[in-house]
């Protein structure tokens, strides 16, 4: 019976094509040094998942961002859990990232023919960091608007458009309401949309290619 | 003995029970934290006053309103009520305490003195003076404040219950 199922779903879905496909390729000798980018996905769609449900209970005002976190962790039931893991995640991804990127330096895995998987890498990389610093702002406490303070004024830094950059990041010459409403919109929307476009894009890469071997001595 | 169990089923059961484990430890907490709020009890009572009695008449149906602060979330909230208190004799105690909440959709309905009813603006309703459904959607007569009492004063309190 679930095998006439499956058969009737595969007939329509190719689910064996996209399994031959997109997960039965062959791998280089297991290392555990080659599971970072599958980790970096985990915390991709976990820091997803919770971040989408602490939306349900935060506010992005000045009024009220502080209130309702406080509310997320002493509120509702198992708020702490989800914050807990969105916070912890957020520094785990940024370090586990961070790893990928050495170990695939180190074993000179950016070259032909990955070179662009490397450059989409360095994308990633950044925007990884874009959340990280976005996200830093959001429960609208002392460290969070000095942290951003901080942050935009070394933005502003840059020569001849300093300025202009700061004015951008910030909405207006100073922190305010629209500094918190836009770095939440790039932290729900921008900056996700282009992390999950750039993930698809280097996860084609990575089944085009194969994973590289380890080098060896003779390497 | 039963043939011992070979190395790939073993792994495929050990991740089966783990991301099973894993995914009931992040799902249950999860569905608890979404409806949260809506297995929250608030059961507020008290005595609300809502006007001295002589100022009230005999036979026609007073107004009053009283405003309710509650903290939902990191937000307080104010919520009107209102009501309609009708002498129905000198009596201090023969009252009938309406409230103005339409039982249909909650709308407020207000005395209309020429027809001698009470109207709901929304889907046009009429009950009687004594909250009865005289016409329209509604699937119950006005809720009644049934506690009361009247003060040393002479102010009159109805006895609210949230909820």
């Not at chain 1, 919770?50 to 708020?79: C, K, N, R, W």
């Not at chain 2, 039963?2 to 894993?22: C, H, M, Q, W, Y």
Request: include cysteine; charged fraction near 20%.
């Amino acid at each position: 019976m679930l095998k006439r199922l499956f058969d009737w779903l595969d007939e329509r879905l190719g689910l064996n094509d996209l399994h031959r496909n997109l997960l039965d390729r062959p791998e280089p000798q297991g290392n555990w040094w080659n599971t970072l980018g599958s980790a970096s996905l985990f915390l991709f769609i976990l820091q997803g998942a919770t971040g989408i449900f602490l939306t349900v209970y935060y506010t992005p005002s000045p009024d009220h961002a502080y209130d309702s976190i406080q509310y997320i962790m002493e509120g509702v039931a198992f708020g702490w859990l989800i914050r807990g893991i969105h916070h912890w995640g957020a520094s785990l991804m940024v370090l586990i990232v961070f790893i990928h990127m050495l170990r695939v330096f180190v074993t000179a895995s950016y070259k032909y023919p990955r070179e662009m998987t490397w450059l989409v890498g360095i994308g990633l990389l950044l925007t990884t960091i874009g959340m990280g610093f976005t996200g830093y702002l959001l429960p609208w406490n002392q460290r969070a608007y000095w942290a951003t303070t901080v942050g935009t004024q070394i933005a502003g830094s840059v020569p001849f458009m300093g300025e202009f950059i700061l004015k951008a990041l910030r909405g207006g010459p100073d922190l305010s309401a629209l500094t918190l409403q836009r770095f939440f919109a790039a932290h729900i929307w921008m900056l996700p949309a282009a992390l999950a476009g750039l993930i698809g894009v280097h996860l084609y890469l990575i089944i085009k290619h194969g994973e590289s071997h380890f080098p060896t001595k003779e390497d | 003995m039963s043939e011992p169990i070979n190395r790939r089923d073993f792994i495929k059961g050990t991740a089966a029970v783990i991301g099973g484990l894993i995914t009931a430890v992040i799902g249950l907490p999860t569905i608890a934290y979404l409806i949260d709020p809506a297995l929250k009890e608030s059961a507020e009572e008290a005595w609300i006053p809502v006007g001295r009695l002589e100022d009230m008449p005999v036979g026609r149906p007073a107004p009053f309103s009283f405003t309710r602060v509650q903290v939902n979330g990191w937000e307080r909230t104010a919520t009107s009520h209102g009501g309609f208190v009708l002498r129905r004799s000198d009596d201090p105690a023969d009252l009938l305490i309406l409230n103005s909440r339409c039982t249909h959709l909650a709308c407020t309905v207000n005395w209309s003195e020429n027809d001698q009813v009470y109207l709901c603006p929304c889907h046009d309703a009429s009950f009687s003076r004594d909250g009865e459904v005289i016409d329209g959607p509604p699937p119950r007569p006005l809720d009644r404040f049934t506690e009361f009492r009247v003060t040393e004063d002479g102010v009159l309190e109805i006895f609210y219950q949230e909820g």
